[in-house]
């Protein structure tokens, strides 16, 4: 800065933009003639942080994804076993989500026995 002060009018602003490490950087100086340096110290604006701005309008949308599978409902059957209730989920012939479970009352309440098929 002080080895191109020639090149710097009076009265303009510099400002050292280095690295983080650097002492010097984000110094704010103005070229004046009333120092020996030709450089007068105004701030430093290291670890300085701006005001929050608004918010910018929404991004465009994304390209559609993959369709996914097509869901199947499930049959739901509820019967009557001695002390509850049996409860079958059933999604078709042989499908491996097919589900049946009971569910105890009495002395037994809230009882699951589940039987994964």
């Known amino acids: 800065m002080e080895a191109d002060s020639a090149n710097v009018p009076l009265g303009k602003f510099v400002m050292i933009t280095s690295n983080v490490e650097d002492p010097d950087n984000a110094k704010l100086y103005v070229r004046t003639d009333e120092v020996a340096s030709g450089f ?52 078709g012939t042989g499908d491996s989500r097919n589900t049946n479970f009971d569910v105890m009352d009495g002395n037994n309440a809230n009882q699951l026995q589940a039987d994964w098929n």
């Open 40 to 91: 007068s110290f105004i701030t430093d604006f290291s670890g300085a942080q701006g005001i929050q701005g608004q918010q910018g309008p929404a991004g465009q949308d994304g390209a559609n994804g993959t369709d996914g599978q097509d869901g199947i409902t499930p049959i739901v059957t509820v019967t009557n076993i001695s002390n509850g209730h049996n409860v079958a989920f059933s999604y």
